[in-house]
């Protein structure tokens, strides 16, 4: 999916999502799959590298 489409997308939800009233539980919601991708991607949670 292209940068520009995304943008669209997002955009498009938040006027949705704003003009029902929403905006606050979709902000929240964001705001957790941020950190739930952010604890993820540490490296701890990685492997650690063979030494020889």
């Known amino acids: 999916m292209g ?3 995304l943008i ?3 955009l498009t939800l ?3 999502a704003g003009g029902i009233g ?3 539980w979709v902000l929240k919601q964001v705001r ?3 950190f739930e991708l952010t604890q993820e991607s540490k ?3 990685r492997p650690k590298a063979v030494k020889m």
Do not use: D, R
């Open 3 to 5: 940068l520009s489409k």
């Open 8 to 10: 669209s997308l997002s």
């Open 14 to 16: 938040a006027f949705l």
């Open 22 to 24: 929403n905006l606050p």
């Open 32 to 34: 957790k799959g941020q």
């Open 43 to 45: 490296t701890s949670k």
